[in-house]
């Protein structure tokens, strides 16, 4: 899990950075390692889809 931790980090990184479509790739990363140590309830989970979905956003790949 602290693997996650660095991971988000640099997801959160690239993303202030302007290059959303890599954030967009780790996050990805991140929320499969989160599903399966935590489930997809888990708080955790929830906080890396929230970072994905506006990862999503800022690349204009959201669908209502």
């Given at each position: 899990?602290?693997?996650?931790?660095?991971?988000?980090?640099?997801?959160?990184l690239?993303k202030n950075l302007?290059?959303?479509?890599?954030?967009?790739?780790?996050?990805?990363?991140v929320?499969?390692?989160?599903?399966?140590?935590?489930g997809?309830?888990?708080?955790?989970?929830?906080?890396?889809?929230?970072?994905?979905?506006?990862?999503y956003f800022?690349?204009?790949e959201?669908r209502?």
């Amino acid at each position: 899990i602290k693997t996650t931790k660095t991971l988000n980090n640099l997801a959160l990184l690239f993303k202030n950075l302007g290059d959303y479509k890599t954030s967009k790739e780790i996050f990805e990363k991140v929320l499969k390692i989160k599903e399966n140590h935590f489930g997809i309830d888990h708080i955790e989970t929830t906080i890396t889809l929230q970072n994905l979905g506006i990862n999503y956003f800022l690349l204009n790949e959201w669908r209502l």
